[in-house]
């Protein structure tokens, strides 16, 4: 397998997004600890009865999930006064036996249990009833549905299990999975070779299978769909040994293996349903490659090429049409789940993510791993096309204009050096301190990108998806230039694709950051002092601007397709007569859609809430956007006096929205993008009236 050179650093970066999960290994095992102690409560209280004992299992017992991943809760009971023996010579009297058969047609990883007498040790032959049903060779065999649970209210039944479920607002939310089972403490004669396979790393241990061993084993009451008698069939469960093994995990087999059940929830499940791959296929296979490699593999740095290994293994199972069970190989976990044309498709959409090299992670949206992996792997150089000089000349003068009233030494050296052609501004640097000036415009380089391309792609009347696929791929890469302009603009795009839902997650994950260190650069809104405090951390100039620093949202009329509709006056501000002034201190932003970021982001909450309907949020935004306006300090006034106004007028409060834009007007009367809100109010009126009289 050819590895890119690039998985090595992308793994590093990879491990340390799944930590914002809560995937670190100091939660893992506070997890594993609080449902191990959850097991223990269950006795000690007596929610156990005398007849029964709970276990949990699966991806809570695990520590394998994550609150994205949304994974129910997995209780096992099984009945203590039902003995399932392995062999007879372990019979005593006077208890409720049943012994572990199985012929040439039992499936492999299944079993029937054959009654035997309570006061002596002899199977039952040719006797029905009671629970009891003859198989083909007279066997007394127990039904598989013998524990049985009568119907609860607000249950739903998914083979053996049991879903306990609660409505929250009539909406049905799954609680937990409750499968009932019968406990042998034997280990199954049909799991045998796995004790004595012979394992060239060493994986898992002697001491690990010796433990494992002495679990015993679980029979759950369901039966093989394929076989005719699924009616009397037990399955062999190995939950125990399973649960232990996933215990042995290191960090990175544990995020392994929590990654490709996000990969398979994705990219599978929404594609083929939930039942053909599950998360079990997924742990089988993680189990047979951390068997058959070396341990010196399982390392961070190699997290990707783990990830695909195992994806490469799966595609050779479903090409194989065949998923052997990992304790019992002879077990075919793909029958009646993967067959054609689910194999071929199946196969080719995992080969199709294996030919992407590691992009297709960038699109999980679970705990918005996705993104954050996105914005984590960044190149930190941006080679400039020669056609979008125009493009990067835009963003030079709009970071030189933000930062012309900013105090503070480590903000000199941008205002000298933008103020200059580029060529000079390089001579002026040292290489790492043109490397550091090139890694901030870079961000800034491709939201303006992913703006301009995103309009062009909305202005076609037939929109070319990859165009506008490329584009959102810009607005990611450039989300991280500051505290909120990269991010207000892809919320803005999200919000122009009515994708209400991610767009209310980034603007609340911009009010979370909006500290009072933030450094508020359009307005220059704080002093010294609090500058020297950030400077003094000794923090890189690029993350002083991507932590502490919010600049100005802009927008230039070649953007206007992926600009919102109140904004778009703001291009039209000058008529022809007006002069246009190039000085940055008085009105060089006539032209284009300016806007201060703390009004900005309240202002696109308002839009956002407003169309998800969420009538109470968007009041409390307009709330907010009045607060800035009256108490912080602003550099494009008007325009938020505009916005306020363009949000009351859709509110249907026409005389205030006046009221604001004459406000506006007071301001600034050139210039001025609410002469065409007045205009329009007043031409709403004439409407009104003409339609009274």
Known sequence: MEVPDYYDVVSVRLMKVLDTAELTEKIRWMRIEMWTQVEEIFTVAG???NNTRHHIFGSQAEATTTLGLRSDTDFLYYLIHETVLEDMQYWEPDCQASVIVMDDTTPPGYV???????????????????????????????????IH?????????????????????????KSFDVVPALRSHSWPTSASEWITRHREHNWPSQETISIIKQSGTLLVGVGHKLSPEKHIEFRISLSYGEKILVWQFNSTQYKCYVVLKMINNHFVKKRFGKNVLTSYHWKTCMFY??????????????????????????????????????????ENMFLDK???????NLSNMLHDLLRQNGRYLTSIPYDGIGQKLTIACQSPIVQINDAMKDITVTVFSLVSTALAGTQGFCFILFRYGFQNDLPLFEKQLSHAGRQEIRTMLQRFYCSNLGSHLASHCLKQQTIDQESLDMAYEFL??????????????????????????????????????????????????????????????????????????????????????????????????????????????EDYWQSWAVVDPKFYLYFLQHQCYQQQNKINHKMAALSNMIWVILYEKLKY???AFNLLAYCL?????????????????????????????????????????GGIY
């Open 649 to 689: 007028k859709e509110d249907g409060v026409m005389v205030h929205s006046y009221a604001v834009l004459s406000k506006s007007m007071k301001i600034k009367n050139h210039h001025n993008a609410a002469k065409w809100q007045i205009a329009r109010l007043v031409n709403d009126a004439f409407k009104w009236l």
């Open 112 to 146: 029937k249990l054959q009654k035997v007498y309570d006061d002596i040790p002899c199977l039952i032959y040719n006797r029905q009833g009671d629970r009891l049903i003859l198989d083909r060779h007279g066997r007394s065999c127990l039904f598989s549905n013998i």
């Open 149 to 173: 649970i009568k119907q609860i209210e607000q249950t739903e039944y998914h083979g053996p299990a049991i879903t306990l479920i609660n409505r929250v607002n009539g909406i049905i939310q």
């Open 476 to 585: 990611l890469l450039g989300s991280s230039s500051d505290v909120a302009s990269g991010k207000l603009k892809l919320a803005t795009f999200y919000i122009l694709q009515n994708n209400g839902i991610l767009a209310e997650n980034i603007l609340q994950n911009i009010e979370k950051n909006y500290t009072f260190l933030v450094l508020n650069v359009a307005a220059d809104t704080t002093n010294i002092d609090t500058m020297l405090r950030i400077v003094n951390q000794n923090i890189s100039t690029t993350d002083i601007v991507r932590y502490y620093s919010a600049f100005p949202v802009s927008y230039l009329p070649s953007e206007m397709y992926c600009t919102p509709k109140a904004l778009i006056p703001e291009m039209f501000r000058s008529t022809g007569s007006q002069h246009v002034s190039l000085n940055p201190d």
């Open 289 to 330: 490659m951390i068997e058959t490699t070396p341990s010196v593999l399982w390392q961070p740095k190699n997290v990707l090429r783990c990830i695909e290994l195992c994806l490469m293994k799966m595609c050779n199972w479903i090409e194989k049409c065949n998923c052997p069970n990992y304790f019992i190989p002879a």
């Open 637 to 639: 006034k008007e325009t």
């Open 47 to 49: 929610l156990c009865t």
């Open 338 to 344: 993967v067959n054609f044309p689910v194999q071929r």
